[in-house]
């Protein structure tokens, strides 16, 4: 996973520590409205709802590509069209997604596409929606068929296949990083770390758990 490999080379170079907590999207935009301390947040998306917290506009650290995936074993389902997706989801036994209301990307991109397609009814009926788990560990085990997730997770769970969207469907997810206005306990370590992951020293560590840079 991205932090858990930039983290440790960052304190190794700088020689400090970094305590990280994780949290769905939408309780980290919670937790930052209640007044909770912070260094340092990365988020997907929902600035705005915090804006007044942070000491500047948020940087990007990387961006990846919503889509969804399948065992590496099975036959590639065509998602090149509209009505390619639109078979592909209908046939489909079984759908794992994140839940929307976690305010996870990739679960609500999903869940508007299939509002889009007209088949959200459907869908429902036979998907199964999780959080703070990788969808694509479902596949691997067998509890799923088909996963809406980014492509960056995929790189997490050896066993699958990614599958792009088509072009109306076709989404980027950035994430970004700000410092703490005011609660920062540690406003120049929490930048150096920013600067760290935004940096050339992470170009290799983002690509290789499926982001681009910036």
Request: without cysteine; hydrophobic residues 45%; proline residues 6%.
């Amino acid at each position: 996973m991205l932090i858990e490999d930039l983290v440790p080379e960052f304190e190794r170079l700088t020689r400090h520590t970094a305590v990280i907590s994780y949290d769905a999207p939408n309780s980290i935009r919670e937790r930052v409205l209640a007044g909770e301390k912070f260094d340092l947040t990365l988020l997907p998306d929902g600035w705005d709802e915090i804006r007044a917290k942070l000491a500047s506009t948020p940087l990007a650290v990387g961006h990846t590509e919503f889509g969804m995936a399948v065992a590496a074993t099975a036959s590639k389902p065509d998602t090149g069209s509209i009505d390619a997706l639109k078979r592909t989801l209908l046939v489909s036994r079984s759908i794992v997604y994140t839940e929307p209301k976690t305010g996870a990307i990739a679960g609500v991109l999903f869940a508007r596409m299939i509002e889009r397609l007209g088949i959200a009814d459907e869908i429902k009926k036979k998907s199964r929606r999780i959080s703070d788990a990788l969808n694509a560990r479902l596949i691997k085990t067998g509890e799923a068929d088909l996963a809406a997730l980014l492509s960056s997770e995929v790189l997490a769970v050896p066993g699958v296949q990614f599958l792009a969207m088509p072009p109306e469907f076709r989404a980027t997810v950035t994430f970004s990083g700000a410092v703490a206005k005011e609660a920062a306990a540690e406003p120049e370590i929490a930048r150096s770390l920013l600067q760290f992951f935004t940096g050339p020293s992470a170009v290799s560590m983002l690509k290789s758990n499926g982001f681009e840079p910036g």
